[in-house]
């Protein structure tokens, strides 16, 4: 199993610039959650979806960040137009189906580190 | 929502001694309780995970107690070693609305530095 992958695991870009940041989660997982981490405010949960719904977004920092979920293979997180404070590692993690599953656990993703200069 | 605290923030000690992390949660309904080590420049990584139906679990030199009447847990690491330097976070799961089947969100604590010394 590959794990969680998220692209790209670097991203520089100038402020008012649109980012795109790509998760796929583990095959068979059927939750998904983006994350950012900073040194300020630690761990912070944007948004999550079950089963490509959205559930909960009341993380989201604002209207300039977006997220969609196409399918149970691939995600997307949007900022635009981009700032400087939202420079930050952009996680993303899965989990599987909760009934039966042994275990509730989420994998992270290796992350994006996100430069917005 | 949930509210969790853990402590301490930073933790030293000498290798070969034990390490205990604790946390704190609000919500008497999460019934899930992971904690995660993270390595400067790496990804959060999933150690041992307890349930709410469960008062101690083990894996090797790791150990999590999870007292539900206080709702607090704890992370216990026997025998450290340098490789067990990292931060190291607790989390709790919020108990869905309903039972869906499907998963809800974790809740972090602000994590705990712990720096095994030689």
């Known amino acids: 199993d590959a794990g969680v992958i998220q692209s790209p695991r670097h991203e520089v870009t100038e402020m008012g610039q649109e980012v795109t940041l790509r998760c796929k989660p583990i095959s068979g997982h059927n939750s998904l959650f983006w994350y950012r981490q900073t040194m300020m405010r630690g761990l912070e949960l944007l948004i999550y979806?079950?089963?490509?719904?959205?559930?909960?977004d009341s993380g989201m920092p604002e209207d300039r960040f977006s997220a969609k979920m196409p399918n149970a293979s691939f995600s997307t997180l949007k900022i635009q137009p981009s700032e400087p404070r939202d420079s930050a590692v952009y996680f993303c993690?899965?989990?599987?189906?909760?009934?039966?599953?042994?275990?509730?656990?989420?994998?992270f993703g290796p992350g994006t580190r996100l430069t917005v200069t | 929502g949930e509210n969790v605290e853990q402590h301490p923030s930073t933790l030293s000690v000498q290798e070969g001694d034990s390490a205990v992390i604790k946390c704190t949660y609000s919500d008497s309904a999460s019934n899930y309780f992971p904690w995660y080590k993270q390595e400067l420049g790496k990804r959060p990584q999933l150690i041992i995970d307890i349930r709410s139906n469960v008062g101690e679990k083990k894996d090797q030199r790791i150990a999590v107690t999870l007292n539900k009447t206080a709702k607090h847990f704890s992370l216990h690491i026997t025998e450290t070693q340098p490789e067990d330097s990292a931060v190291y976070f607790c989390a709790a799961r919020e108990a869905p609305a309903i039972n869906t089947g499907t998963a809800s969100k974790l809740t972090f604590g602000t994590g705990t530095r712990l720096q095994v010394t030689l």
């Open positions: 979806f079950n089963n490509n719904v959205p559930i909960d």
């Open positions: 993690a899965s989990s599987e189906r909760l009934a039966g599953a042994s275990s509730y656990g989420q994998y």
